[in-house]
């Protein structure tokens, strides 16, 4: 048996987006690993599937446009994101932009190298 290992919390979040959180006693793989795509580099690193990140923007309430200004990126990448394919090649959604997705379902904005920028605070000039 493996020690158990304490995940980040990106795990949940994409957890959440799964929707499973039942146990199965037969699946040996860590609960929050569980229904998620893997990638081709790393059998053990989740991936955030077209699907998860249509559902992550939609759950905050973004448009297209609105996700793409906020993760610093073109309409047209969320677009491919969540299409999961550009030109009939598959899109993998980078770790850069899973965590941001991650980042800014907790209400963090901006990051200046020493603390974070939450929604909730003003961000005028000073």
């Not at 860590?30 to 955030?48: F, I, Y």
């Not at 923007?57 to 793409?68: D, S, T």
Request: proline content about 7%; hydrophobic content about 30%.
């Amino acid at each position: 048996m493996h020690p158990r290992i304490d995940r980040p919390p990106l795990f949940g979040f994409l957890l959440c987006i799964t929707g499973s959180d039942e146990e199965d006693p037969e699946n040996t793989e860590p609960r929050q690993l569980r229904g998620m795509a893997e990638t081709k580099k790393s059998k053990k690193e989740p991936v955030m599937s077209a699907e998860q990140f249509r559902e992550w923007r939609r759950a905050l309430g973004l448009k297209q446009k609105e996700a793409a200004e906020q993760l610093g990126l073109k309409k047209r990448m969320i677009q491919y994101y969540e299409k999961g394919n550009r030109d009939g090649r598959p899109v993998e959604i980078p770790k850069s932009i899973r965590l941001a997705c991650y980042a800014l379902s907790n209400g963090i904005r901006d990051f200046d190298g020493r603390s974070p920028t939450h929604s909730t605070e003003e961000t005028g000039a000073g």
